[in-house]
Nanobody, 124 residues
Framework: QVQLVESGGGLVQAGGSLSVSCAAS????????MGWFRQAPGKEREFVGAIGGISRWIDYRDSVKGRFTISRDNSKNALTLQMNNLKPEDTAVYYCAARNTYPPSRLAEDYEYWGQGTQVTVSS
């Protein structure tokens, strides 16, 4: 059982930056495709971005392209989502997820393991 723990997030003004991280306990993240999802109040969980096991495959939703960057350090079992030029509409709980199948997916139901989520709030 893979356990994922997010950290980071918080409150930032529009135009600012935040970084959220995801760490895996007891297992090597390198075998998993990883995804970031978010869920705003009253809305469905949505895909943010995903990265393959060795970082050669990276995908983002259109609204975050050029602003968000996913990276992973398999030696540290760590996944990071760097968010720049944040907008109020980016406010949500952000979740990392792991998928034991290649390639990464935009569908939440394709991921087997999830973190507990971390809140990102962007004020206008």
């Amino acid at each position: 059982q893979v356990q994922l723990v997010e950290s980071g997030g918080g409150l930032v003004q529009a135009g600012g930056s935040l970084s959220v991280s995801c760490a895996a306990s007891d297992y090597s993240l390198s075998r998993y495709a990883m995804g970031w999802f978010r869920q705003a109040p009253g809305k469905e969980r949505e895909f943010v971005g995903a990265i393959g096991g060795i970082s050669r495959w990276i995908d983002y939703r259109d609204s975050v392209k050029g602003r968000f960057t996913i990276s992973r350090d398999n030696s540290k079992n760590a996944l990071t989502l760097q968010m720049n030029n944040l907008k109020p509409e980016d406010t949500a709980v952000y979740y990392c997820a792991a998928r034991n199948t290649y390639p990464p997916s935009r569908l939440a139901e394709d991921y087997e393991y999830w973190g507990q989520g971390t809140q990102v709030t962007v004020s206008s």
